[in-house]
């Protein structure tokens, strides 16, 4: 921080520490009033203060057992060894040094200690792989409302939790009561509720987001989106503090919704992939947005409904709102971006499995022509419950894969994939290689069909995580493409449940565990149909995946061998689930396009 002069009357520019934590100081955020900031610590539950925080870590850092005793799940999460550690919330008061001599001298440095909020063995906030944060301070500055899910095995519960806690430190109060997931609390502008997103279902990561809100005063909740049937993400309270914007997925895109209080269907304000909603003045509403041909820019929509205290109408039970056309604020990738010939995401609709409409979407290569022919990559989505749509992503990049060797991209929002509502989402748990592969193989029939610029005899299919599931699974089923890449998927389904950290996951998706439902982990498993394995294939598997354990790799590279089926393996020891570093990921694209080109450019 900076150093507040106050007989000048103004920051001074000379920088002073504020908090002096052992363990480190992360997720900081300011408390309305200017007096404190609240941010997250990993502590050991046990220690009393930072001084058995701070001995504890010296002691592990120089002690030549590395080995851990375990007597509970969770151990281990997503890439990492919990280490013994949980992150609670801390509350820093900022009052300025006596002098503001900087940092490293004793006048320097904070006035008081940190106060752990939120004491006890649990983690505040749970693990997150990004989005809105859990955890935000009333608007006076008096109260934390913050996420933990407090369940003694959290490896087999989704059940988070909203509680709140006086900045005093006292007892923290639960405020939420679904059996499923609830998540990123907000506080209204005026002080007067706590919004957050709900889920109903408990063990199900993909169940619907509800919007809830609930007035402080009388502990009363609503549900705002009952009768929505998409899940709400990134939302922001308008500053009038009558109405909520939020993103959702829908058919590829996530448009920004807007909902009164007394409303009873949200209306669509912004058609397009929008995320990291926030509201600044005069009624303008800031947010990111991406395509398939550019990353995050910041966006914004100013709303013209008069002042703000009528920012948004109600009328006949809709909310309605005036805005201006959305602008671009930032334009940090446009002039590399204008020297590169990007296509657009095209989106084509075909009868899948049941007969029911299902959406795919088309990438072309750079300089296409439609009077030639070209080779294809078949892109298989994750999660299962997730999607691809008109969002930009490092890891599997449409756009990189078209230009790559010229080929056209194809990828299919199967049964599961999010953003055509929970019944869609739904039909995926306990159908893994059902209804998702008639879709997908019938999605392939249609492009064939409608498409004569591509090759039907230079087909490529790939895919990570549930992605690598369907890979695998297309291996024994269907002998259509040239080669195929399973990235970080399963092969035993069984043999997966024992290694995957989340046992939520594959409890729900294939109704418990495989002493209880073994016919169902053996149906859908990719391992057993090994006989019929005939085309070439790419492993690629990182050593810290703990989703998705690398033993799963190994399997099946050991398997493809063994069967004298063309078959590499690119194994990364430093990576997880997913390829971060840049060097590592250079490599995975050479390899991945490389082994693609061998069996589709002969």
Request: proline fraction near 6%.
């Amino acid at each position: 921080m900076c150093d507040f002069d106050s007989n000048a009357g103004a920051l001074t520019g000379k920088p002073y520490q504020v908090t002096e934590i052992s363990t480190g100081a992360d997720g900081g955020i300011w408390s309305p009033d200017g007096k404190n900031i609240v941010f997250v610590s990993a502590v050991y539950p046990d220690c009393k203060d930072d001084a058995c925080n701070k001995q504890r870590d010296e002691e592990l850092k120089k002690s030549k057992v590395k080995a851990k005793i375990f007597s509970r799940l969770f151990y281990r999460h997503w890439s990492a060894f919990t280490e013994f550690k949980r992150s609670h919330l801390f509350v820093q008061s900022v009052e300025a040094p006596v002098s503001g001599a900087g940092i490293g001298t004793a006048a320097g440095t904070a006035a008081t200690t940190a106060r752990d909020l939120t004491p006890g063995n649990h983690d505040v906030p749970p693990f997150s792989l990004g989005g809105q944060d859990m955890y935000a301070i009333s608007p006076d500055g008096q109260e934390v409302a913050y996420t933990s899910n407090i369940d003694e095995v959290e490896a087999t519960s989704t059940n988070n939790e909203i509680f709140v806690v006086p900045m005093s430190a006292s007892t923290p109060k639960k405020i939420s009561t679904s059996p499923g997931a609830d998540s990123t609390p907000l506080y209204s502008p005026d002080g007067k509720y706590i919004a957050w997103r709900s889920q109903a279902r408990p063990g199900f990561e993909a169940d619907k987001w509800r919007l809830l809100v609930q007035d402080r005063q009388s502990g009363k909740t609503s549900d705002l989106t009952e009768k929505f049937d998409r899940s709400p993400g990134s939302f922001a309270w308008a500053p009038n503090s009558k109405a909520i914007c939020f993103a959702a997925e829908d058919h590829g895109e996530a448009p920004i919704y807007s909902i009164a209080l007394e409303g009873d269907q949200p209306a669509e304000i912004v058609r397009m992939y929008a995320d990291d909603l926030i509201f600044g003045a005069n009624g303008a509403l800031y947010f990111t947005r991406m395509s398939i041909a550019a990353p995050n820019e910041i966006w914004r929509v100013v709303f013209t409904d008069l002042a703000l205290s009528n920012l948004m109408q109600t009328l006949a039970g809709s909310l309605m709102t005036k805005h201006d056309v959305p602008v671009s604020v930032t334009h940090m990738n446009d002039p590399l971006l204008s020297l590169i010939d990007m296509q657009p995401l095209e989106s084509f609709p075909f009868k899948g499995a049941n007969d029911e409409e299902v959406q795919g979407f088309i990438v072309k290569p750079p300089g296409f022509d439609p009077t030639k022919k070209y080779p294809l990559k078949f892109l298989i989505h994750g999660g299962p419950q997730g999607a691809w749509g008109n969002e930009w992503t490092y890891r599997w990049n449409a756009e990189l894969f078209a230009a790559a060797g010229n080929y056209v991209v194809v990828m299919i929002n199967f049964h599961g994939s999010t953003g055509y509502g929970q019944k869609f989402t739904d039909s995926i748990s306990g159908d893994w290689g059902g209804k998702p592969y008639v879709d997908l193989m019938k999605g392939l029939d249609y492009v064939e069909k409608t498409y004569p610029f591509i090759d039907k005899n230079r087909e490529a299919a790939l895919g990570a995580s549930y992605g690598g599931y369907m890979a695998n699974w297309i291996l024994g089923h269907t002998n259509r493409f040239k080669c195929i890449v399973s990235h970080d998927g399963t092969f035993n389904t069984e043999a997966a449940y024992g290694t995957t950290e989340e046992l939520w996951f594959p409890e729900w998706e294939f109704k418990g565990p495989p002493w209880k439902n073994r016919e169902l982990y053996r149906k859908f498993s990719p391992h057993l149909f090994a006989d019929k394995f005939k085309t070439p294939t790419l492993v690629v598997h990182g050593q810290n995946d703990y989703r998705l354990d690398v033993s799963e790799g190994f399997q099946l590279f050991t398997t493809l061998q063994r069967l004298k089926i063309p078959s590499k393996m690119l194994y990364f020891p430093d990576e997880g689930h997913w390829v971060l570093k840049p060097q590592n990921s250079r490599l995975w694209y050479k390899t991945v396009n490389d082994w693609v080109d061998q069996w589709c450019k002969k």
